[in-house]
Every structure is written in C-alpha cells, then in structure tokens.
C-alpha cells in the first residue's frame, strides 16, 4: 500500500504523540510508586487507635518521702545586750521559743515518675529510682483514681521496681513484647507523665540497641529518638502491636529535656528481674565468680585469638563455682550457655539472667586452644565480693637478682627492702617494676612503679631475667606484644598487653 507524503507526515506526529503520551503516563507513574515509598517511610498515618488501647494501663507514680530535718543551731544576741529583748519578740511573733536551737521539722520530698499494670490484680512495674526512699506511694490512674501502693521488690542494678495496688475491678494490664526482634528504624510509642503532663504520647523509632551508658553493670539499653522527658522514667515504650518492648530510664540531655536521645531497658531483660521480684521480693542472679577484663586488639594478638573477642579472666574468686570447674586466670570465655560473649560486658549480664544451680558448658580459650568446661552456677547475692586469685609461681629467693631492663621497666627481685618500699604485702610473689619509661608502651597502659610482674606470655616469672628470657622468646615466634599480668601491693591483678619493641 502506498502511502503519500503527507500521510506519511501525519503518521509520524501521531507516533511522536503517543510516544510523549506514554513517557508522560510512564513518568507519573513511576513518580506514584516513590511517593508511595515516601509515604510509607513516614510511617502510620495515625498512633490515636493504639493509643487509646494502652493508655488505660498506664499509670503516674507519686513518690513521697517525709523526714525530720536535723536541729540548727540558731544564733542571736549575748545575753544581756540591748538586742536581746527585740530577738525574743521576733521569735514570739512567729510561734517559735526564742533559744539556740530549735525543734527538728518534719520535711517531705516529692517524685513524679510513670509505671504500667502487667497484671490485671494489681501489680505495676516503675524504676527503682522513681519511687527512691519513699515510704508513701501513690499510683494515679489515667481516669483520675489514685490507689496507694505498696513495694514487691526493687533491684537497684537493672532500676527496676514492682509495685501492687488493690484495685475494686481488674486493672487494664498490657503484655510484654520481644525486644530482640526490634531493629533500628522500627516505629516505637512512648506514654508517661513528663514534667507532670500525665498520658502523655510520643513516638519515634528505635535508634540503636545494645547501649551502654555505664549506669550499671548489666546496661543493653534501647536508644530511641521518642521524645523522653523527667517524669518519663518508669513508663513503657511500645512497639506498634501495644507491647511493651521496653521501660523508660534515662535521657542523655546537656538541658534536661529530650533532644531526641533515650534509653529504654529492654523487655528480654526486665522480664527474669520482674518475675524475680514478684516471685521472691529479689534478685536471684547466677554467679560464676570470676573478675574479668575486655580483650582489646593488643591482647587478642598476644593471645593468639585472632581478633578481639570475648571475657579474659583476671580473677577467680576461691570459693565461687569456677574454680573447681577448672576455669584458670587468663583463659579466655568466647561463649556461655550456648551464648556467643563478643566482649567482656556481655558476660556478667548474660551469667545473671541464667538460672542458679543451672549447669552450663562455658567454652574457653586456653593457650590458642580452645575447651569446654561444666560449670554449676551459684548465687550472685551470696558471693557478691569475689576476691581475687592468689597467682601461683615460683618461690622468689632470699637474695636479690639485679636489676634488668625489658619493654620500657626497670625490674628487680622482690626484696624486704622493695616491700617497705612499695607497701607489698607479705607473700605477694613476683618480680617488681621499680621505674616506667615514660615513653613506652608500658607507661601508655598506666603500668606504675611498685607493680609487680606475675606472668609474661601467660607463664610465671620470679626474677628479672625470666622476664627478659620469655619476652625475646615471644619476640623470636613474630609476637608483636607481651601479655603481663601484673599485680599491686594489695596483690589485685590484670592483664596488660605491652608492645615488644
């Protein structure tokens, strides 16, 4: 078929049209789909459905506490002056016998802080330091009532208190969630009573998990950017199914109000210390009884690990549960009950949570090689103070060795002359650091003088010249630093990773 110019013309703008057209329906809706991803990114459209759930469970705690406040001594006039007579008057006035003391008056303190039923009976879970040393508590319901409360339990480590009410009707209760499922970037919901607001909501995402802020020795806190404020503490942080998932603490804020950084406990860990506190009024945490240190990359080289991971054991408390598991002073735990410890924190919390008497596998690293041992667990509450190991070693002789020098110290034999000198304590074994140049490795880990060296390259040293003898074999196998472990006068001791120039 032939087609004339002119057609051939029209069919070309046609062409060109349809293909304008479809670029356009192509480009809107290629833009439909990324504000559909932005649209989602923001989030629910609306928290007023979940929150009007929850809100009934959520309670504000009033802590009071009244004490006498201690007699102050009150000055006036020498008896006798012309003073005198008006200083009396001026007591009368306000009620008080003049005199050089007066009457202790009673005080009361007040706390605002939140909570939340986990039971429908009746009991509230807060912080311990919300309610503090308050010996009257009042509970204030979301409908306005107010029920006095009375203290379950308190575990000061973890900052968490249960608390029971007597209600007339069974309470609005909400469960707890899986922290561990929550990533950052997941939607959370605060509630709480900050500054006094009471039902308060806000919401954010979770931030990061695992923070340590160093406010005690099992933190795995939940960071989140939901605004927290004074008042917050206690109340539940929520995921978008109305569990909780965590227990508002702490803010870190130079002003005192949210700058969008806060700290929940999470649920995996307040749940064993709640049902502990409803169960037995206390903690009944699983003891190990070790003392331990972090492996840093210096260390982990000296050990031969590989990389830095796991507890490096620098204590062992003589009548705790490791000992007679065979657990020794330097082995390395990399795992416990199943559990991966990547760094030495992870340890105490994980050890706490695990039942007492319960016996678990802890897998160890010992001189490159790596071992199981079975160990019985006991109670942290009844051996709390673990004392540290007395380290074994050979009996130092009666006479001095010379002085010597290795990694930057000056060393020398224990001597009685040494031991008045430092304060070392008698039977303390090992070989004294007697100066730390300040230039070397040494002086950068804080290793002083009147320190002593116990162990070089995990084996045991008595004279000058056994350290100088195991750091040049350390240097002969490509070591690039000495593991020390180095005791004070009280005879406490660590490990030190040195680098061997």
Do not use: C
């Not at 959520?58 to 006036?76: F, H, K, L, M, Q």
């Not at 065979?326 to 760094?343: H, M, N, R, T």
């Not at 009666?398 to 060393?411: F, T, V, W």
């Amino acid at each position: 078929m032939d087609i004339d110019m002119g057609e051939r013309q029209g069919l070309a703008a046609a062409t060109r049209r349809r293909g304008v057209i479809g670029m356009l329906a192509a480009a809107v809706l290629a833009a439909g789909t990324v504000w559909s991803g932005v649209a989602s990114a923001k989030g629910p459209e609306s928290l007023a459905d979940l929150a009007a759930s929850v809100t009934p469970a959520v309670v504000n705690i009033s802590a009071s506490t009244r004490s006498d406040e201690a007699a102050r001594p009150r000055t006036g006039p020498q008896p006798g002056t012309p003073f005198e007579d008006l200083f009396e008057e001026f007591f009368r006035r306000r009620g008080q016998a003049p005199g050089r003391g007066e009457a202790p008056r009673p005080r009361r303190s007040n706390s605002l802080g939140s909570g939340f039923v986990i039971d429908a009976s009746g009991i509230v879970v807060t912080n311990n330091h919300v309610i503090g040393e308050a010996n009257d508590i009042q509970v204030i319901f979301s409908d306005g009532t107010k029920l006095k409360a009375e203290i379950v339990g308190r575990d000061a480590k973890t900052d968490i208190a249960v608390l029971r009410v007597k209600p007339e009707k069974p309470l609005k209760a909400v469960p707890f969630g899986d922290s561990e499922t929550m990533r950052p970037g997941d939607w959370v919901m605060a509630i709480g009573n900050p500054f006094g607001l009471g039902g308060s909501v806000s919401a954010g995402i979770v931030s990061a998990r695992g923070r340590n802020i160093e406010s005690g020795p099992y933190d795995n806190y939940i960071q989140t950017d939901a605004a927290i404020n004074k008042g917050n503490s206690g109340g539940p942080l929520f995921n978008m199914n109305g569990e909780v998932i965590g227990i508002n603490t702490a803010i870190l804020s130079p002003t005192g109000g949210s700058v969008g950084i806060g700290f929940a406990v999470p649920s995996a860990n307040a749940k064993p210390v709640i049902e502990q506190l409803r169960e037995f009024g206390e903690t009944r945490r699983g003891w190990l009884g070790v003392r331990i240190q972090n492996v840093d990359d210096a260390t982990a080289e000296a050990l031969g690990l590989g990389t830095a991971r796991g507890a490096l054991i620098a204590g062992i408390d003589e009548k705790g549960p490791a000992k007679p598991a065979g657990l020794e002073l330097g082995d390395v735990i990399v795992k416990f009950d199943g559990q991966e410890v990547k760094q030495s924190r992870d340890l105490p919390r994980i050890v706490a949570t695990t039942p007492v008497g319960k016996t678990v596998d802890v897998v160890i690293v010992r001189k490159k090689e790596e071992l199981t041992k079975s160990v019985t667990l006991g109670r942290l509450e009844d051996g709390e103070k673990a004392a540290a190991a007395s380290p074994s070693g050979p009996r130092t002789g009666d006479a001095p060795a010379a002085s010597q020098r290795a990694l930057g110290l000056e060393l020398s034999a224990v001597s009685e002359d040494l031991r008045r000198r430092y304060g070392i304590k008698d039977g303390q074994k090992g070989v004294v650091i007697t100066r730390v140049d300040p230039n070397s490795s040494a002086a950068d880990k804080r290793i002083q003088p009147g320190e002593l060296i116990v162990e070089v390259g995990q084996e045991a040293v008595s004279s000058p010249a056994d350290v100088a003898k195991r750091v040049e074999t350390l240097k002969k196998e490509g070591r690039k630093s000495a593991l020390l472990l180095v005791a004070n006068a009280q005879g406490e001791v660590r490990f030190v990773a040195v680098t061997i120039e």
